[in-house]
């Protein structure tokens, strides 16, 4: 039981990540390989200000999600000013930045020795130091994450991103500011990653670079494409999927090292397959109940 609960809680952080790239990459048009590094600002935020200022979670969370999003908005006003591939190479040397500063800032972050001793997650005095109340406090999370994007993605400002992902020079032309879009959009989406990062972080109760690096970044983008860009459903089927599989895989017998490769070949197969036609496999998946539903 316990290993099937810390499996969820790890499949909850994953959503989290996940449905704010949906938001930035599928929505925003903006393919970032720098997701990593805002998941990281927020495990590395709430660490420091709990251990060096006994602070509590409901003060670190904001704090982390501002401070993310600050940091965000700094970099989206530079690299907003490139498009497509040259955004991707943009966002992969934000990701290295900022795994560069994790990694040597060893006066903050104590660099690749990382920092031990989180204390456990508390609301109000209640601690949760067991994995069944933290699984509830991240599916909680997790919920209302779903619920501002859902809502965010069917608002006015929603429409606008639907249009400029399909053609950013006609929503420009009918006088919507795509450059700010953008920045609100990266910027959100950065925000909501610091969330996972937070939980992470108070989860493991020890943080270090090694869990933001680019391969992370990769990862969460790959349970986008195969999710569907534009879907947080698929997002959320996808994450489930792509952290149960090597534990599949270790159960029939396949080493940890055997596993992790199997995933990364499975995973990377399912973004080629992606790439000849844009619906992702989930996304065909649910749209073919869909219709059979109808009929």
Same mark, same amino acid.
């Given at each position: 039981?316990?290993?099937?609960?810390?499996?969820?809680?790890? *499949?909850?952080?994953?959503?989290?990540?996940?449905?704010?790239?949906?938001?930035?990459?599928?929505?925003?048009?903006?393919?970032?390989?720098?997701?990593?590094?805002?998941?990281?600002?927020?495990?590395?935020?709430?660490?420091?200000?709990?251990?060096?200022?006994?602070?509590?979670?409901?003060?670190?969370?904001?704090?982390?999600?501002?401070?993310?999003?600050?940091?965000?908005?700094?970099?989206?006003? =530079?690299?907003?000013?490139?498009?497509?591939?040259?955004?991707? =190479?943009?966002?992969?040397?934000?990701?290295?930045?900022?795994?560069?500063?994790? +990694?040597?800032?060893?006066?903050?972050?104590?660099?690749?020795?990382?920092?031990?001793?989180?204390?456990?997650?508390?609301?109000? !005095?209640?601690?949760? +130091?067991?994995? *069944?109340?933290? &699984?509830?406090?991240?599916?909680?999370?997790?919920?209302?994450?779903?619920?501002? &994007?859902?809502? =965010?993605?069917?608002?006015?400002?929603?429409?606008?991103?639907?249009?400029?992902?399909?053609?950013?020079?006609?929503?420009?032309?009918?006088?919507?500011?795509?450059?700010?879009?953008? *920045?609100?959009?990266?910027?959100? !989406?950065?925000?909501?990653?610091?969330?996972? !990062?937070?939980?992470?972080?108070?989860?493991?109760?020890?943080?270090?670079?090694?869990?933001?690096?680019?391969?992370?970044?990769?990862?969460?983008?790959?349970?986008?494409?195969?999710?569907?860009?534009?879907?947080?459903?698929?997002? &959320?089927?996808?994450?489930?999927?792509?952290?149960?599989?090597?534990?599949?895989?270790?159960?029939?017998?396949?080493?940890?090292?055997?596993?992790?490769?199997?995933?990364?070949?499975?995973?990377?197969?399912?973004?080629?397959?992606?790439?000849?036609?844009?619906?992702?496999? *989930?996304?065909?998946?649910?749209?073919?109940?869909?219709? +059979? +539903?109808?009929?």
């Amino acid at each position: 039981m316990e290993y099937l609960l810390h499996i969820l809680i790890f *499949i909850t952080i994953y959503i989290i990540l996940a449905q704010s790239l949906v938001l930035v990459a599928g929505f925003g048009k903006m393919i970032s390989l720098s997701h990593a590094g805002f998941y990281g600002i927020g495990a590395y935020t709430t660490a420091i200000l709990s251990i060096n200022y006994g602070l509590p979670f409901l003060i670190t969370l904001p704090l982390a999600m501002i401070i993310s999003g600050i940091i965000a908005l700094m970099i989206s006003l =530079i690299a907003l000013r490139t498009v497509e591939d040259y955004f991707i =190479i943009c966002t992969l040397g934000i990701q290295i930045i900022l795994f560069s500063i994790m +990694n040597n800032w060893m006066s903050l972050t104590r660099g690749p020795l990382g920092i031990p001793g989180i204390p456990a997650l508390s609301i109000f !005095g209640y601690e949760f +130091n067991n994995k *069944i109340s933290f &699984l509830i406090l991240s599916i909680i999370l997790t919920s209302i994450v779903f619920f501002i &994007l859902r809502n =965010i993605t069917k608002s006015a400002f929603g429409k606008v991103l639907i249009a400029l992902s399909e053609d950013e020079i006609y929503t420009q032309s009918i006088g919507k500011n795509v450059y700010l879009t953008k *920045i609100i959009t990266f910027t959100l !989406g950065a925000m909501i990653a610091a969330i996972p !990062g937070v939980l992470y972080a108070h989860y493991i109760s020890y943080i270090d670079p090694s869990s933001f690096t680019v391969n992370e970044s990769i990862f969460i983008l790959s349970i986008v494409i195969i999710g569907g860009m534009r879907n947080l459903i698929g997002a &959320l089927i996808a994450a489930c999927f792509l952290v149960i599989l090597p534990e599949v895989l270790r159960f029939i017998g396949f080493s940890d090292t055997i596993a992790a490769n199997i995933r990364q070949i499975i995973y990377g197969a399912s973004l080629v397959i992606v790439m000849f036609n844009p619906k992702s496999l *989930i996304e065909r998946v649910l749209f073919k109940r869909k219709m +059979n +539903n109808i009929s």
